[in-house]
């Protein structure tokens, strides 16, 4: 097993195109660390919706130049046998360790296999390459990022002609093909042969996020920006000056790209301590808003002014609040969400007399909602603009919250206001998040596998109307691993996070509300709610 191990390791080693990890795993091998060596070959980084994503290092089961160069020519032969013999593939990366490095290797892979590539001439947000799929009639598209994940983890996102990511079947086919490349030695890989686009791409990107804001709205709302360390400033920046809104106050220590994220635990927004800096700034400078973008930029986080402090919005209620005012403008087509969301979408849409469809959690399944206009997921993630970019964007969400904020600024008012509104008009709608990280995966099959077998009768003194369990899927969701229980008036969803080693557990209650006047109680009985369903299936789980 020892030898069969070191075999593996110096048979990677040899054909491993970077210095860097060659170094790593030559040391690994002459200190004989068989442990490690045993993590980093215990199998393969699994290719599935999300496409790659890990950790970044030497071997198999890492993030590396080998990993990638595997997983572009598995999707090189993918998508010869769809008969897209001289297609373009469409490449953009952020700016992590390694993404440049990554996307060349993309290129060379694609041009080997004969397919044209074109590679965005720098690092530039997610958005911008969703776009360019469509904007260039490409066949593919590949983003390497990692979004929020932690600095020493990188991805691999794959999208497919129609500008959105890959759904099932097409990440098994993909993943089939990446696991008959034996030896990286038959993967042709040309130094030269693919394009490097210039500003072209970018700039009709730019004009296209004009798109989103009505014409003659109020463009006052000051701002507060940063962009965690991540791509979004120049593109954000650009696209707000072309709309005309103040210039954002940024965060400065977070404005620049940084591959090390060094004033963040974790590069997202919605991690405890992320906007500190944002916050401070805001007390410095006393915006009518605060807008940050996760370092791919796809996301959209805001925080307002919640009585003498700043508070982060969740993304259910800027979910809502867009919705609601692109209903205000007149929006037609539907409105979607994925099933982890609030129901408060549904409501809006139900009553403006608009379509409204559910789906899995992801992009992948939201963009491809027949005649959407508008979806979004609590993850922070909001498609204003679906025939421009099908996926979320962080920049066109920034400019249609700030655009709402404007318009509420000109009546005196707020998005908290807003808020207060819609909960009077449809009951006030309070989602929550228990969300345990694990070391050890097993711990979540357990806790699923706990919940399967001993399923709760009732929680925070709710009785469960209905329990489903997804995995066998249901009349409009096709099978996935998670579990949705209905309660007298809330909602809990169960299930295994794709991206990060996660269980996460989404919790909705709805409190009805007569009037402005009784906000204060219906809230008190929310967070109430809210919290002893928290224990409670924390309880159930065994987590």
């Known amino acids: 097993m020892h030898d069969d191990l070191i075999a593996r390791a110096k048979a990677w080693l040899a054909e491993d195109p970077d210095a860097e990890t060659r170094a ?3 040391e690994l091998i002459d200190a004989g660390n068989v442990k490690e060596l045993a993590a980093r070959f215990a199998g393969t980084l699994q290719f599935g919706t999300a496409g790659l994503r890990g950790e970044l290092g030497a071997g198999p089961m890492r993030m590396n130049r080998s990993v990638v160069v595997r997983a572009a020519a598995g999707l090189a032969a993918y998508l010869k046998k769809q008969g897209h013999t001289n297609g373009l ?27 044209r590539a074109a590679v965005l001439p720098r690092p530039l947000p997610t958005p911008v390459l969703a776009f360019a799929i469509r904007h260039l009639g490409a066949v593919a598209g590949v983003e390497v990022t990692a979004s929020h994940n932690p600095p020493r983890d990188n991805g691999y996102k794959v999208y497919l002609g129609d500008g959105s990511q890959i759904v099932p079947p097409a990440d098994a086919d993909i993943a089939a093909e990446i696991d008959a490349i034996t030896t990286l030695t038959a993967v042709p890989r040309p130094e030269t042969g693919w394009e490097t686009l210039d500003d072209s791409v970018h700039d009709a990107y730019l004009a296209r996020t004009d798109a989103v804001l009505a014409p003659d709205s109020p463009r006052t709302a000051r701002t507060v920006y940063t962009a965690m360390h991540g791509v979004g400033k120049d593109t954000l920046l650009a696209a707000f000056a072309r709309a005309g809104f103040p210039a954002p106050a940024l965060v400065t220590e977070q404005a620049d790209p940084d591959p090390d994220f060094p004033t963040v635990a974790f590069p997202n927004p919605e991690e405890p301590g992320a906007m500190d800096l944002a916050f401070a700034r805001a007390r410095e400078t006393d915006p009518d808003l605060i807008i940050a973008n996760d370092p791919d930029a796809d996301r959209c986080a805001v925080a307002v002014k919640d009585g003498a402090d700043w508070r982060m919005l969740r993304g259910d209620e800027v979910g809502a609040l867009l919705a609601a005012h692109l209903v205000t403008r007149g929006a037609q087509g539907t409105f979607a969400e994925s099933i982890v969301s609030s129901s408060l979408l549904g409501r809006i849409a139900e009553k403006a007399g608009l379509p409204y469809a559910e789906t899995l959690t992801g992009f992948k399944w939201i963009a491809r909602v027949e005649g959407l206009r508008y979806g979004y997921e609590e993850a922070l993630g909001y498609c204003v603009d679906p025939d421009g970019v099908r996926d979320k964007d962080g920049i066109t969400a920034a400019l249609l ?3 709402l904020a ?29 969300s345990v990280r694990v070391q050890d995966l097993s711990l979540i099959a357990d806790a699923m596998r706990r919940l399967r077998e001993q399923p709760p009768t009732e929680l925070a003194g709710l009785a469960i109307t209905r329990s489903e369990d997804l995995t066998r899927g249901t009349r409009t969701l096709p099978p996935t691993d998670g579990l949705r229980y209905t309660l007298e008036g809330a909602r809990v969803i169960v299930r295994p996070s794709g991206t990060e080693p996660k269980l996460k557990c989404y919790l909705e209650v709805v409190v009805p509300v007569g009037g402005h006047a009784d906000l204060p109680a219906a809230r008190a009985r929310a967070t109430d709610l809210l919290s002893t369903l928290k224990q409670d299936l924390a309880k159930a789980a065994g987590i």
């Open 401 to 403: 919250i700030t655009e």
């Open 89 to 115: 593939v469409v490449i953009g990366y952020d700016a992590r360790h390694k993404s440049e490095d990554f996307a060349r290797d993309t290129a060379a892979v694609m041009t080997g296999a004969g397919l």
């Open 24 to 26: 790593e795993l030559a």
């Open 406 to 434: 404007s318009r509420l600024k000109e009546q005196n008012r707020t998005l908290l206001d807003l808020l207060d509104d819609l909960a009077v008009e449809h009951g006030l709608h309070a989602t929550d998040q228990l």
